[in-house]
């Protein structure tokens, strides 16, 4: 996954050609889902651009030395952390829009009107946009959790995976069926590599291949290419 730093200049100039460009995918799922195991198997090799602020969070926490435990009394200092991380994905997230780069954008699907806000916001750029859901059992959420480095108390747990369960019709509404896919990880690690990675990979390769439809989009291009040969 390439940070902001890495995003630079010649990637905007780039997006133009890429196979990818106007694309966009919401990954979604509660804690202990396996979101992070699916978008390394499932998008390897496309080149799209991951948005992640759990990861750039977690990274934060080890080079600060917090613990990955989540203690309360590391609140403090977590949560001006955590404000850092969603400023810096932000920022990588912008760069890849302005360049009209395909992306990947990673979240637990809590918050429908920020995601709904964003997937408005693309359509009218040009953007298809699809999500992802890994779904799961309260019982398989939780005991992944207790098993993870970086654990969250499982009251929040809970509550973060009720409120994921009551999204999925709207989110299947939001983006419409055929540009809903839902794997089920309610199976362990080979299993899930052998079997519903495979048929993922099938989904999202067919939705990558499919030619841009809107207007807006093949104007931007258009434009783009006339820029390029002044």
Do not use: C
């Not at 996954?1 to 966009?24: C, S, T, V, W």
């Not at 890849?96 to 809590?110: C, E, H, K, S, Y």
């Not at 398989?140 to 509550?159: D, H």
């Not at 809903?180 to 052998?194: A, C, K, P, S, Y």
């Amino acid at each position: 996954m390439k940070n902001f730093d890495d995003i630079r200049f010649q990637d905007l100039q780039e997006g133009l050609y890429d196979p990818h460009i106007f694309k966009a995918f919401f990954l979604a799922g509660g804690p202990g889902s396996g979101k992070t195991f699916v978008t390394h198997s499932a998008f390897a090799g496309h080149g799209l651009k991951v948005v992640n602020s759990d990861s750039a969070f977690e990274n934060a926490l080890k080079k600060n030395g917090l613990s990955l435990k989540m203690p309360e009394s590391e609140e403090e200092t977590r949560d001006m952390l955590r404000a850092r991380a969603k400023a810096t994905t932000g920022k990588m997230m912008d760069l890849a829009i302005l360049g009209r780069l395909g992306m990947v954008i990673d979240g637990t699907g809590r918050d429908y009107d920020k995601i709904s806000g964003q997937v408005r916001m693309l359509k009218e750029i040009g953007y298809d946009t699809y999500m992802v859901f890994v779904n799961t059992s309260l019982n398989v959420a939780l005991e992944r959790n207790r098993g993870r480095e970086r654990t969250i108390p499982e009251y929040i747990t809970k509550r973060s995976w009720e409120t994921v369960q009551n999204n999925i019709g709207k989110f299947q509404n939001l983006f419409g069926a055929g540009n809903f896919i839902i794997i089920d990880n309610n199976v362990n690690d080979r299993e899930l590599t052998t079997a519903v990675i495979s048929k993922t990979n099938k989904s999202i390769s067919r939705l990558l291949r499919e030619k841009i439809k809107s207007y807006t989009a093949k104007r931007w291009m258009a434009t783009e290419r006339k820029l390029r040969r002044r």
